[in-house]
């Protein structure tokens, strides 16, 4: 593939999705290094670069790979130090020698599409969630010997996925280089329907039957699917057979996961199965100020049990935070008790000034935007990524994953049939420029304000 010719078209369309300080900022010196594999390589002029560009744009960078690539790609940042002097005709490469990339957990996490920051540290234990806890570190200790699979059920927002993550970090910061292989349930039936269509079934294999560590998170979505679950069962036995460790999760029990063939749901059960209750609401203040601590929110006690007490999962809790964040950039300058009850009664399901409740469905969100930004439904869930059409559904990546609480697989269905890595990097998007973006805050304001009327 030629190298330059990739990024200048990836970065026309990154040109697209930031604003113009941003691109002359972090990517007017940015470069496509290499491209081994699925493995691309992108390398910038210093060590702030690299970290600001690894930190807040991977999913953007690694999304737009993937479209002109045709590839799954993971994305590894690089210093490179560019040549001093370059003639107009200069075929070489852009960079004088290069350097090996050297890589950091964080930096290996998110090759695997792991969330480095989801670590056993920043998970919040009680009762609910202590024998999962207990058995996940038990798995990050001795991959493969432990507890082998292990079953992790239970309902919405309740850590599940936290706990697969933490263990994924665990052992890459033991191993840096260790085999991980994650994806959701319906990722791996996609794939399998990809690599039929387009003869790579040997290459799908060796990526799953060579995992040293095999994640699968929502495995119920291969159940009723034939050619998914007979393939599950041959990469569960193989990476079995050479030692390896795997980590499934589901919103229910093996044995309560209809039209599961029998010889999977025994398989799941041969392993430790543990499920995950919803967080008390002791719990719930611990995540509070867990995950606001970690966002740089400074809350006082009073205002954690109050957003503890009107929030019933993780995911919501986050969700709320998100909102309360975006909050202080509109003008305030702490949060209060007063801050966090006004904002509660316009949630969601939780009673307002005039005692009633509502619930916002995704549908409701779809339409609002769609009437905002003067953009048919259809347009919203369909092909096209122009500006005018991929901004509008980014918006609405946000505010189902923030508001709404959906997982990005709900949202990806929703909008087309979009995959989770492109849903991730819609988020991000919103997430990082409603801070600096005025305009794009008063229009996520306004949306949310009418969607809670």
Known sequence: MDLQKIWKAALSEIELSVSKATFQTHFSQSELVSLDGAVATVGLPNPLMRTMVESRYYSLVKSVLDHHTGLNTSVIFTIQTRKNHLSEND??????AREMPTMDVATAARKF???PESTFEAFAVSSSNQIAYAAATAVARAPGSAYNPLFIYGGVGVGKTHLMYAIANSIISKKINARVVYCMGEEFLNEIVEAIQTKTARQFKQKYRSAELLLVDDIQ???GKQTAQEEFFHTFNAVLREGGQI???SDRAPAEISRLEDRLRSRFEGGLNVDVSKPDFELRVAIVNLKSKAMGLEIPTDAAQMIAANNTDARAIEGFLRRLSTELFTGKT????DLVSGLLKGKAGVPGQSGKTKRVLPQ???SMVSEYFNVKPSALKGPKRDRPIARP???IMYLCKTELGLTLGDIGGLLGGRDHTTIMHGV?????????NQRLRTAVEGIKNKLWV
């Open 91 to 96: 075929s070489g490469p852009l960079f004088a």
């Open 113 to 115: 599409h792991i969330r």
């Open 221 to 223: 979505f291969i159940a």
């Open 247 to 249: 980590v499934l999760t």
């Open 334 to 337: 702490e949060i209060t008790t």
């Open 364 to 366: 409701d969100v779809i």
């Open 393 to 395: 559904r980014q918006i």
């Open 428 to 436: 991000d998007i919103i997430t990082h420029e409603i801070s600096t």
